[in-house]
């Protein structure tokens, strides 16, 4: 048993400092009730208010936030077909997942390769698109990495894999204890 196991979950205050913030585990709605409590922004995802909070708990200047990601544009409208050509800021929109379902099939939803492609591919047609769903396939296939702020399913998953037998109601109590633990 390693020595820190036994350290308990100290209280979410602005009294902690931002080093013992970011040894434990905090919902994204505890993190939000301690900004408010200090007068921060709640904006910008656990990310970027971990990082805000940490440097205020330690009297450093908040870091930069990162710029959003261009959401403005035009977004297509129905009909849309194969020569039809992506906008910038265009959106995984209804009209393109009907788009989709009709050119693909019913296995079609939209995938990080796909978001990303509708995000990042402005000015390529929907036909490029449908081929790239088509030519992303077996990478989609593999396990992706799940992102870390999705904490809880990367647990998840990864705990079912070393309890393949394991029921949900075991897999959530190994999460409960986990959490309790510090990171470090």
């Not at 390693?2 to 080093?19: C, F, M, S």
């Not at 440097?55 to 297509?76: F, I, M, S, T």
Request: aromatic share 8%; hydrophobic share 40%; net charge positive.
């Amino acid at each position: 048993m390693r020595a820190n196991e036994e350290e308990l979950r100290p209280a979410l205050t602005p009294g902690l400092t931002g080093a013992e913030l970011l040894r434990w585990y905090w919902t994204l709605a505890e993190l939000s009730g301690l900004a408010r409590r200090m007068g921060l922004p709640t904006a910008g995802g656990k990310p970027a208010l971990t990082a805000r909070l940490a440097a205020a708990l330690d009297g450093l200047p908040a870091p930069e936030p990162a710029r959003p990601a261009r959401r403005g544009g035009r977004q297509l409208t129905a009909p849309v077909d194969g020569d039809t050509v992506i906008p910038e800021g265009q959106r995984c929109s209804q009209v393109l997942r009907e788009y989709f379902l009709r050119e693909i099939g019913p296995g079609f939803h939209f995938d990080a390769f796909m978001r990303d492609y509708i995000a990042r591919q402005a000015g390529h047609t929907l036909a490029e698109a449908v081929a790239h769903w088509h030519a992303t396939r077996p990478q989609a296939a593999r396990p992706q990495e799940i992102g870390a702020q999705f904490e809880l399913n990367r647990f998840l998953r990864d705990w079912h894999a070393r309890h393949p037998d394991g029921t949900r109601r075991e897999a959530l109590a190994a999460w409960q204890l986990h959490r309790a633990r510090p990171r470090s």
